[in-house]
């Protein structure tokens, strides 16, 4: 067991019910949040509700961990495709204001708004984690074929709060690790729609990202907090 207590937002998600999975598995109490309820059942599983838009479900979720806050904390939620069947845009003049606002409501301003409420309940002489969920393609230097708007300037978005609430937590935790992942092309219902032209070995099962992540968060250390990595541990570009 590499954690006593973990949180899990978004373990209704395909990445975040596996990660939930494996870390009960190692004996973690895991605190699994959904939005639908649908989380995995374990005996070392407890889950609660949230909703990213809502942010007084987020303060409730969190209340009871006041005294004993969970040492690590992912943001596993996001989405590509909006809940009304809106996809990525592959154009600029695909932008539409409502759906670009959605995209940033659920991947950016969710989580930081867990951000917002977690990271004050983190003891200053203690190690603890939060991590969200990120992406690749959120890197700026990194875009070489563009597209997506909105996902990718709302995980961009996401990947500089990360660095700024690394900046501001290690100011007076200097154990506070803050970070962004990025799991790869994981076989979920987000990547289902545009898994038809990946070149072979290229897609992940869950499972496999769940353990290749956790697998990140443990080798995580202060010295490096605001960064994005990947699921191999390497460093993403800005
Ligand atoms: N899959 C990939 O290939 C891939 C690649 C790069 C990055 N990522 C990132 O990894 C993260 C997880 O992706 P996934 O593939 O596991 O997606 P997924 O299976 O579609 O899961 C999405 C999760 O987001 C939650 N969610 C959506 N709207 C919500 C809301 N309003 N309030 C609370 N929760 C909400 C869902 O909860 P409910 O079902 O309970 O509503 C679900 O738990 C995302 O941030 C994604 O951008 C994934």
Known sequence: MRWDSAAIFGASGGIGAAMAM??????????AGSCSGYVPEHANIEPFRF?????????VAVEPWKDAPPEL???????????????????????????MAQMFALNTVGPALIAKH???LFPRDRASTFAALSARVGSISDNRIGGWHSYRASKAALNMLIRNYAI???RTHKQAIIAGLHPGTVDTALSEPFQKNL???????????????????????????GDVFDWKGERVPE
């Open 22 to 31: 494996a870390l009960a598995g190692e004996g973690t109490q895991v605190f």
């Open 199 to 225: 070149p072979d070995g290229q897609l992940t099962d869950a499972d496999q990202a769940a353990s290749n992540l956790i697998g990140v968060l443990a080798g995580l250390s202060p010295e490096t907090s």
């Open 118 to 120: 977690v990271l004050p």
């Open 73 to 99: 904390v992912v943001v596993a939620s996001g989405v590509l495709t909006l809940p009304d069947g809106t996809g990525p845009e592959r154009s600029f003049r695909h932008v539409e204001p409502a759906a």
């Open 168 to 170: 501001e937590m290690g």
């Open 51 to 59: 909703n990213l838009t809502d942010e007084k479900s987020i303060e």
